[in-house]
């Protein structure tokens, strides 16, 4: 909903809005926006003298003093995703990126590789992609990339958000089961993406992984597109392949039908960005991009904050923000991490924020995905139903439910290891746990 409000003020319109518990980078990219922000919902909050209200789909049931306010009033609204469809998305080549994993990370590839190569794209994604100021701009050409959710679109609209979208490009990445507090199981879940596949036109093109059973369920159900496919490693039905050069994947080639066509090196690791990489290269040659000059646009990829972004860095530690929340995320993203440092001591610290990580639906998996790191933290919710403490515990992981005293353990892994690397996964703001380490870590280097 921030990045559709800075596109409404690149429109020309007049924007203020209310919410609740917004932080950086969203909270600093309105305010220098000129987006004034009232907190928290309430009727008072709402400029109910609005020509249109946009309403989003976090934290806004029927019952929110704000959402009733506007029903009460009679005001024009709409949801966040249908303003965009019907304002913003008409008469524009959308190259839209879904799936459960790595729709940020690829959107602002995309993004970055269209602008590298002049043609000034729109786009609106989840994160601030480090290679431009801004989340979500409307650009000039005829291309836009936008990040496509399948959560629902908001308390009156339960169709996932990408129904509103219409792409002629449409990348989708893979499909797990996520959201379990709007999907009751996976189909649900490939459902919505079968009526994705009915918006997207004959003449357009969908990018997917060469192997992956739940969109192959999918395209099952009816697919009325051409599909191109791609594979990390020598599968020889994928028209993208990929090989890796250095064990980090921070190096690796990009084929097209077995042909090489160029080598990424960048700063980025793990196989799943190779995977991302390949699925940019792949839309932005259907919008006209040979992948050549994609390639090079990747070797200059900045990737996006709060993936793994380094905040901290010394002669013997490196601290890294990351968004990865889902069990699967989690494990990729210390699987490249391990590639890079090697034997070097890790210390992940965790915080299970999600719907479904809070509903124990991915419990069974939750001690084996943080497995690469030498020592796990894991930040324990509230009022959970399920016994939390069994599903993470082992011999090198702790759990407690105060951010002082996570920071105290952090503190003194620190100390005791050298090198030593901390990586803090959470797609929420973690109660200011990023900000209060790095000005501790700071403090003591300083000899404060």
Not at 40 to 66: F, K, M, Q, T, W
Not at 172 to 199: K, S
Not at 245 to 257: G, N, R, T, Y
Request: hydrophobic residues 40%.
């Amino acid at each position: 909903m921030g990045s559709i409000a800075l596109l409404a003020r690149q429109l020309g319109h007049e924007v203020s809005g209310c919410d609740e518990n917004v932080y950086p980078p969203m909270s600093s990219q309105l305010e220098e926006a000129g987006i004034s922000l009232t907190s928290p919902y309430s009727a008072e909050n709402v400029r109910l003298d609005a020509d249109l209200i946009l309403i989003g789909n976090a934290g806004l049931p029927r019952g929110n003093p704000a959402v009733e306010a506007v029903l009460d009033r009679g005001v024009p609204y709409t949801s966040g995703a249908e303003w965009l469809g019907r304002y913003v998305l008409q008469d524009r080549w959308v190259i839209a990126v879904a799936g459960t994993h790595g729709k940020t990370t690829t959107s602002s590839m995309i993004a970055w590789i269209l602008e590298h190569a002049g043609l000034n794209p729109g786009f609106l994604i989840g994160g601030v992609p480090k290679n431009f100021k801004e989340s979500a701009r409307t650009g000039s050409a005829p291309f836009f990339v936008i990040e496509a959710d399948e959560y629902d679109t908001s308390y009156f609209d339960r169709r996932s958000k990408f129904l509103h979208y219409r792409p002629r490009t449409a990348v989708l990445n893979n499909l797990e089961y996520d959201h379990a507090d709007i999907f009751p199981d996976l189909a649900a879940i490939q459902y919505q993406f079968h009526l994705l596949m009915r918006t997207i036109p004959q003449s357009g093109l969908i990018i997917h992984p060469i192997e992956d059973d739940n969109l192959r369920a999918v395209f099952d159900m009816g697919c009325w597109t051409d599909r191109l496919s791609f594979d990390n490693g020598d599968n020889q039905g994928a028209t993208f392949s990929s090989r890796r050069l250095v064990d980090d994947a921070s190096e690796f080639e990009i084929a097209i039908e077995g042909r090489n066509v160029g080598t990424v090196r960048w700063p980025l690791t793990g196989n799943h960005n190779m995977h991302n990489a390949l699925a940019a290269v792949a839309a932005a040659r259907h919008a006209g991009v040979i992948p050549e000059l994609a390639i090079e646009a990747l070797c200059e990829f900045q990737s996006v904050k709060r993936r793994m972004e380094l905040i901290v860095e010394t002669d013997n530690l490196r601290v890294y923000d990351d968004f990865a929340h889902h069990p699967s995320a989690i494990s990729l993203t210390l699987e490249g991490l391990r590639h890079k440092i090697g034997k070097q001591e890790m210390l992940a610290i965790i915080e299970p924020g999600s719907h479904t990580m809070k509903k124990g639906t991915h419990k069974e998996k939750l001690r084996t995905c943080a497995s690469l790191a030498d020592q796990v933290i894991w930040f324990e919710p509230g009022n959970l139903d399920w016994d939390f403490e069994s599903a993470v515990s082992s011999p090198t992981t702790r759990m407690s439910n105060g951010i002082d005293q996570i920071i105290n353990w952090a503190l003194q892994f620190a100390a005791r290891t050298k090198p030593a690397h901390i990586i803090i996964m959470s797609n929420g703001s973690f109660g200011g746990l990023q900000s209060n380490l790095v000005r501790q870590l700071r403090d003591l280097d300083s000899g404060q």
